[in-house]
């Protein structure tokens, strides 16, 4: 695993979360730890995990603080009844956590659902001279996007239409997957499709069917499958494995049927897992 060359841009990934972290937090970390070039900051209510990251941090704080730094932040009141309402937010990051950002070239937001094989397969020069980084094409990717630290940032969320009625609502409303056409001149926007989310009803795999992955194997900071012969991912979005309301419908969320998905030792994560339908597996089981 390299350093960072210097001359890399520093990028910023806030995660709120609240609650208890999920099974496979550990392994998620694991991943984040083999992408030096990329900070990961968590505002949490939860303890540290066991498998510390030299470029992971957790910025403790609640809910309720979070609904007063936005409405300090905005001006106006967004209600956060839920955790899951903070995605509605997410295009504003850059103006609610300016003073967490300061020196950082970029900053974004990503899911837990997912583990990182090289990033910079993805970010390359041409995607970072654009405002806004999307791993969809379709849609900003809400669970992986990067914005660049600039004064305009702030306004960002604005530039969705009814952005501001719609974020007052208790329910979240999607607001941090806007197509990319509706920033139009104003911010430069790379939105490019990374094959991320295997499993989609709606998005085809790289060879146009939806013949999808079966299992993944993530080794030392890459990300393979036993689909795509040679190829590496930047990241594995496993909601559909996971569950939720969407998965169900799209008759997937297996992992919701077993009694638990982690069947490795999360110490063990440096040596490699494999994912799939059952869960988290040793590399060499």
């Keep these: 695993m390299a350093e960072p060359p210097a001359s890399r841009p520093r990028i910023l990934l806030f995660i709120p979360y609240f609650g208890a972290w999920p099974e496979w937090i550990d392994l998620f970390l694991e991943t984040c730890r083999w992408n030096p070039a990329v900070d990961w900051l968590f505002l949490t209510d939860c303890p ?6 030299p470029n992971v941090r957790y910025h403790p704080t609640t809910l309720a603080e979070l609904e007063r730094r936005a409405e300090a932040r905005l001006g106006f009141h967004v209600p956060l009844r839920r955790p899951y309402k903070v995605c509605d937010l997410r295009l504003s990051f850059a103006l609610l956590f300016d003073d967490l950002a300061r020196g950082y070239d970029y900053l974004g937001w990503s899911d837990v659902d997912v583990v990182y094989g090289d990033l910079g397969t993805f970010l390359t020069g041409e995607a970072l001279a654009h405002d806004l980084i999307s791993f969809n094409a379709v849609h900003v990717s809400g669970h992986l996007a990067l914005m660049r630290n ?3 940032a702030r306004a960002l969320a ?3 239409p009814g952005w501001r009625e719609k974020v007052v609502a208790e329910e979240y409303m999607h607001l941090d997957e ?3 056409e509706v920033f139009g001149d104003r911010f430069r ?3 490019r499709e990374s094959f991320n989310t ?3 009803p709606i998005i085809p795999w790289r060879d146009g069917t939806f013949s999808f992955p079966r299992e993944w194997c993530w080794s030392r900071g890459t990300l393979t499958n036993d689909k795509d012969a040679g190829i590496e991912f930047p990241y594995l979005h496993f909601m559909h494995w ?3 309301w969407w998965p169900r ?5 297996q992992w919701e049927r077993l009694d638990r998905v982690v069947h490795l030792d999360p110490r063990d994560a440096h040596r490699g897992f494999r994912i799939n339908e059952g869960g988290f597996f040793a590399l060499d089981r």
């Design 178 to 180: 806007p197509a990319p």
């Design 158 to 160: 604005e530039a969705v």
């Design 249 to 253: 419908q799209c008759g997937n969320a």
């Design 150 to 152: 600039m004064p305009a």
């Design 48 to 53: 540290p995990p066991a498998n510390w990251c």
């Design 242 to 244: 996971k569950g939720g």
């Design 198 to 200: 295997p499993l989609s």
């Design 189 to 191: 926007v790379h939105a």
